[in-house]
């Protein structure tokens, strides 16, 4: 085990465990945001730069800082390395800079997309953004095609984070579809017409952080918050079959693998579970999906408080809170 | 006169073929290591010469070569970067067309020092010519038994191939070089790890340039500390320049580093002073990566000291007053160039050339291409200036691979030497309108106008 | 062995996918001087990979015409250095003469004019690419006479369109 100090709190992870897992592992605030690193996906990762991170010491052999902010997703945290994440003002100012051109040739389109509600993208700008952009220029602008019968390709939405190349690659025998072209025409296309059709293809729609694939099945059917999520599961020869059901009334809407709390899935779902089963008598309903109480689809839902979840949230605030090198900006004993 | 070694023997009659390259003591740096010498022992020549990588970076040669993984089992590789592409560099493409065995030599021993049994020249794809020039070098060295089993009886094999890349700046960068190789996209790697410990195919590989390869026979003929005798500091050996630009001769110019600027500006050895006797304005001294100096501060440093062609010369003053050596392409501008249009050229180059794969720079140089346009077109405002500053900031040192900063450091020195410039196109559209506008009256500061 | 079988075998064993950027540039040599979406399945064949994979490349690689071409490709270099020296005028003037905009096709079939980034022939500027050779020092009042020399030895029914690798023309 190597000790690592991330925003002024220890933790101790496993050798080989990246700055990311660590903080993850600490939970909270202090979490890089991630746009293009999926860990159940190989060779995700270092594109996005949401996620860079001071290293005001490499580790206690070699205490030096980095020169650079570092992509904290595929760094490995050392034994005694000193990290600054949102205690650092550097990194937040350049996070700020990753909304702003990550949004440059974004349509902002919430208001019609699908994603809105459940955009990685989204929270990212709202907690990490600038409220105006300063790009005057005219957008990019591509046509919105159907890749396949179930799934929409917006590529103006796409922030290329590769997830859904990745998906094709590791969970499919046969990817059609690629990044092709490059800068920022770069885009994700199969090139000629061409579907992209095998047992999994589905998960490319759950991986993806913005709207830029989204399912043709629940296109314009409801806005997500309006709907509600219920665990569920079925006995599937192809995959896990464990699944959130998207619900209205006795209505499947959507059916989507299990994100944890970063938005990722562990365990993939087939596209017979996926498309083929919107009715609720296919499953097994174990319950009510838990919703982070900071997201927009988690109005109308009352869930038991979690008191052991509560009081490890508490217990590190208050670590957070002695760490904390920012000077004190709202101290109202003054 | 210079002393000469890359290039000595550039005129001599028929020195691309084998036979006049050996008569001309060619090869003889082969003979001597893999006959009288350890690898470890060339690799140790090679730090004690100084030698720093040619390609730009100035990263010490013989340092790079101690970092590769020698404990590995898998085997060892030596790419040597021929995708020359940096806007104003053209040093290697002259080196290889015209004194092939020159790199051919280098390679031979480069990779013997490296352990390497099999080695790419990965040459740039629009040289399609000099790739048969290569491959007929690469014959004839194979024909007289400096390459393939057992070189000069020695027991060491080494094939030697030339590879050619289609089209992509970025491919000069080393991971992408190494990518492009294995047949992908050339999107460069996040480091670390480092080539040196898994690098073409996952094993240790290095990545050096033409310039950086074809020094080494003449380090290991003289000795790397002779070698270190020629040059001033920590610059030492000789450097071929790339001249372009404003200037009566240009051309590819070996000098000894540390020759005064103003000389190489001025002599007729070298550029022959600024074209059409008219006045200079600026020089980009290492390629268009490098930061832009304007004329006073490129002959003198802020102290008023003359500068040299030297890596620190060059950089004396960090980048508020100095530049760097660079690849060593030299961009010379006389007065009707305009800096705003120059710098709107290099920014629609890097955004075209930008590999989309991260963020900042994906969406960062297409952003700064299309201000630059605006301003250099006549619609431009005040605040884009401070805005231009504020995106190369922010794309400088947060990317993957150092083409942010080279898309970065040109704008931000640009404006930092000539914001008047910037300023004078938006205040004064109408007069920017002709494409020409400063060869029709060269731009003169206001604030002169005032205080004369 | 044939030329791409010698290319492939330059490479490791299980390596071959090294060699589609060579076999890419054979290709479009071969095939008119353009990489169709048939012309890039046969090689993702040859080298039995994803079609996909060859799409990704090259599309990546500014060399590979992915639109059919004229007869004569004209690449003029537009970077700082060549500006310096006038590529703006050569640009506009061929333009100009044979009527189309950078990008364009004359309608004749015969010329293609493409604008292109830093050639590495700063030295020599301004200049332009056609085939395997670098026209350099150019100028406008030359103009006339590069374009009718270029009509003449590309007028032919197989022009040559250039390639790092020997492709026999027929």
């Given at each position: 085990m190597i000790k690592v100090t991330i925003d002024g709190i220890n933790t101790e992870v496993p050798e080989g465990t990246t700055i990311l897992q660590a903080a993850r592992q600490i939970g909270g605030e202090i979490v890089p945001p991630a746009m293009c690193y999926y860990s159940t996906l190989k060779n995700s990762g270092g594109k996005c730069r949401?996620?860079?991170?001071?290293?005001?010491?490499?580790?206690?052999?070699?205490?030096?800082?980095?020169?650079?902010?570092?992509?904290?997703?595929?760094?490995?945290?050392?034994?005694?390395?000193?990290?600054?994440?949102?205690?650092?003002?550097?990194?937040?100012?350049?996070?700020?800079?990753?909304?702003?051109?990550?949004?440059?040739?974004?349509?902002?389109?919430?208001?019609?997309?699908?994603?809105?509600?459940?955009?990685?993208?989204?929270?990212?700008?709202?907690?990490?953004?600038?409220?105006?952009?300063?790009?005057?220029?005219?957008?990019?602008?591509?046509?919105?095609?159907?890749?396949g019968d179930k799934i929409k390709l917006h590529m103006n939405r796409c922030i290329l984070c590769y997830r859904c190349t990745y998906v094709a690659d590791q969970l499919t025998d046969n990817r059609v579809h690629g990044v092709i072209n490059r800068g920022d025409h770069a885009e994700i296309s199969t090139y000629i017409e061409k579907a992209v059709d095998n047992e999994f293809s589905g998960n490319m729609i759950d991986v993806c952080p913005v709207g830029a694939l989204t399912d043709k099945t629940f296109r314009f059917k409801q806005r997500v918050w309006f709907t509600k999520p219920l665990d569920a599961h079925r006995d599937c020869p192809k995959c896990s079959g464990k699944v959130v059901l998207w619900t209205k009334?006795?209505?499947?809407?959507?059916?989507?693998?299990?994100?944890?709390?970063?938005?990722?899935?562990?365990?993939?779902?087939?596209?017979?579970?996926?498309y083929d089963h919107k009715d609720m008598s296919h499953w097994t309903v174990e319950g009510p999906r838990h919703i982070d109480r900071g997201s927009v689809i988690s109005q109308n839902h009352y869930e038991k408080v979690d008191l052991v979840k509560l009081k490890k949230d508490v217990e590190r605030q208050l670590k957070f809170q002695e760490g904390k090198r920012l000077e004190q900006t709202n101290n109202s004993a003054e | 006169m210079g002393r000469k070694l890359l290039l000595k023997d550039i005129n001599v009659p028929g020195i691309k073929s084998f036979e006049v390259y050996r008569k001309q003591g060619g090869y003889a740096s082969v003979e001597k290591a893999l006959k009288t010498m350890s690898p470890d022992a060339v690799v140790e020549e090679v730090k004690k010469s100084g030698l720093r990588g040619r390609g730009g970076a100035g990263f010490p040669t013989g340092m790079k070569w101690s970092f590769i993984d020698k404990k590995s089992e898998k085997p060892r590789y030596l790419i040597c970067n021929a995708d020359e592409s940096e806007p104003g560099t053209f040093k290697d493409r002259f080196l290889m067309e015209y004194i092939p065995h020159a790199l051919i030599e280098g390679m031979i021993v480069s990779s013997f020092a490296l352990g390497a049994k099999t080695s790419y020249i990965y040459m740039r794809g629009e040289f399609r010519w000099i790739f048969p020039i290569l491959e007929k070098a690469i014959e004839e060295a194979r024909a007289a038994g400096f390459l393939g089993k057992n070189i000069l009886g020695s027991g060491y094999d080494l094939e030697l191939y030339v590879h050619s890349g289609a089209g992509a700046y970025i491919c000069g960068e080393e991971t992408a070089q190494i990518e492009s190789l294995e047949g992908k996209r050339g999107n460069p790697r996040n480091k670390p790890p480092f080539p040196a410990i898994?690098?073409?195919?996952?094993?240790?590989?290095?990545?050096?340039?033409?310039?950086?390869?074809?020094?080494?026979?003449?380090?290991?003929?003289?000795?790397?500390?002779?070698?270190?005798?020629?040059?001033?500091?920590?610059?030492?050996?000789?450097?071929?320049?790339?001249?372009?630009?404003?200037?009566?001769?240009?051309?590819?110019?070996?000098?000894?580093?540390?020759?005064?600027?103003?000389?190489?500006?001025?002599?007729?050895?070298?550029?022959?002073?600024?074209?059409?006797?008219?006045?200079?304005?600026?020089?980009?001294?290492?390629?268009?990566?490098?930061?832009?100096?304007?004329?006073?501060?490129?002959?003198?440093?802020?102290?008023?000291?003359?500068?040299?062609?030297?890596?620190?010369?060059?950089?004396?003053?960090?980048?508020?007053?100095?530049?760097?050596?660079?690849?060593?392409?030299?961009?010379?501008?006389?007065?009707?160039?305009?800096?705003?249009?120059?710098?709107?050229?290099?920014?629609?180059?890097?955004?075209?050339?930008?590999?989309?794969?991260?963020?900042?720079?994906?969406?960062?140089?297409?952003?700064?291409?299309?201000?630059?346009?605006?301003?250099?077109?006549?619609?431009?405002?005040?605040?884009?200036?401070?805005?231009?500053?504020?995106?190369?900031?922010?794309?400088?040192?947060?990317?993957?691979?150092?083409?942010?900063?080279?898309?970065?450091?040109?704008?931000?020195?640009?404006?930092?030497?000539?914001?008047?410039?910037?300023?004078?196109?938006?205040?004064?559209?109408?007069?920017?309108?002709?494409?020409?506008?400063?060869?029709?009256?060269?731009?003169?500061?206001?604030?002169?106008?005032?205080?004369? | 062995m044939s030329l791409v079988q010698k290319i492939i075998k330059r490479y490791p064993e299980g390596r071959h996918k090294s060699a589609l950027l060579p076999i890419l540039h054979v290709a479009q040599a071969e095939f008119g001087g353009w990489l169709s979406p048939e012309t890039m399945d046969y090689v993702a064949s040859i080298l039995n990979i994803k079609p996909i994979e060859v799409y990704e490349v090259a599309s990546f690689y500014s060399m590979y015409n992915l639109q059919p071409v004229g007869k004569c490709v004209l690449e003029v270099c537009q970077t700082g250095p060549c500006w310096l020296r006038g590529s703006d005028d050569i640009i506009q003037y061929i333009s100009n003469k044979l009527g189309i905009q950078p990008g364009e096709t004359s309608a004749d079939g015969m010329f293609t004019l493409k604008v292109v980034e830093c050639l590495a022939s700063c030295g020599s500027a301004p200049m332009m690419q056609v085939g395997n050779n670098f026209i350099e020092n150019l100028s406008v009042e030359k103009m006339d006479d590069v374009l009718k020399k270029l009509r003449e030895t590309h007028n032919v029914p197989s022009p040559d369109y250039g390639s790092p690798y020997p492709v026999n023309k027929a």
């Open positions: 949401a996620c860079l991170v001071r290293v005001a010491a490499g580790s206690a052999k070699d205490p030096r800082p980095m020169p650079k902010l570092v992509p904290s997703c595929i760094t490995m945290a050392q034994d005694g390395m000193v990290v600054e994440n949102i205690t650092n003002p550097q990194v937040l100012e350049t996070r700020k800079g990753v909304v702003e051109f990550l949004l440059l040739n974004h349509p902002l389109d919430c208001p019609i997309c699908d994603q809105a509600g459940e955009c990685d993208l989204q929270n990212f700008a709202y907690e990490h953004g600038m409220a105006k952009t300063r790009y005057e220029e005219e957008r990019r602008t591509f046509d919105p095609i159907d890749i009334g006795n209505d499947v809407l959507r059916v989507t693998a299990r994100k944890d709390q970063y938005g990722e899935v562990k365990e993939f779902i087939c596209n017979e579970c996926r | 898994v690098g073409l195919y996952g094993c240790p590989t290095v990545v050096n340039n033409v310039e950086s390869i074809a020094a080494v026979p003449h380090i290991l003929n003289m000795g790397g500390d002779e070698y270190a005798k020629i040059g001033i500091g920590k610059s030492t050996g000789t450097k071929l320049i790339s001249a372009s630009g404003h200037i009566n001769k240009p051309g590819v110019y070996e000098i000894e580093l540390g020759l005064p600027v103003e000389e190489f500006l001025n002599s007729d050895e070298y550029c022959g002073g600024v074209w059409k006797g008219r006045k200079l304005k600026a020089v980009i001294p290492g390629g268009s990566s490098v930061p832009i100096l304007p004329a006073d501060l490129f002959l003198k440093n802020a102290k008023g000291e003359a500068r040299l062609m030297s890596y620190e010369s060059l950089a004396d003053g960090g980048f508020a007053s100095g530049s760097m050596l660079g690849s060593g392409g030299f961009i010379v501008m006389d007065e009707t160039a305009c800096i705003v249009r120059n710098l709107w050229t290099f920014a629609r180059f890097y955004h075209h050339e930008s590999c989309g794969q991260c963020s900042p720079c994906r969406e960062g140089t297409g952003w700064m291409e299309k201000v630059l346009h605006r301003i250099e077109h006549g619609h431009g405002h005040m605040h884009d200036i401070d805005l231009l500053v504020d995106v190369a900031k922010k794309i400088e040192g947060n990317t993957i691979c150092p083409l942010g900063d080279a898309a970065a450091w040109p704008v931000a020195s640009a404006i930092r030497h000539f914001r008047e410039e910037f300023e004078y196109h938006i205040k004064y559209p109408e007069k920017v309108m002709n494409p020409k506008h400063f060869e029709i009256e060269p731009f003169r500061s206001e604030k002169n106008l005032v205080m004369a | -």
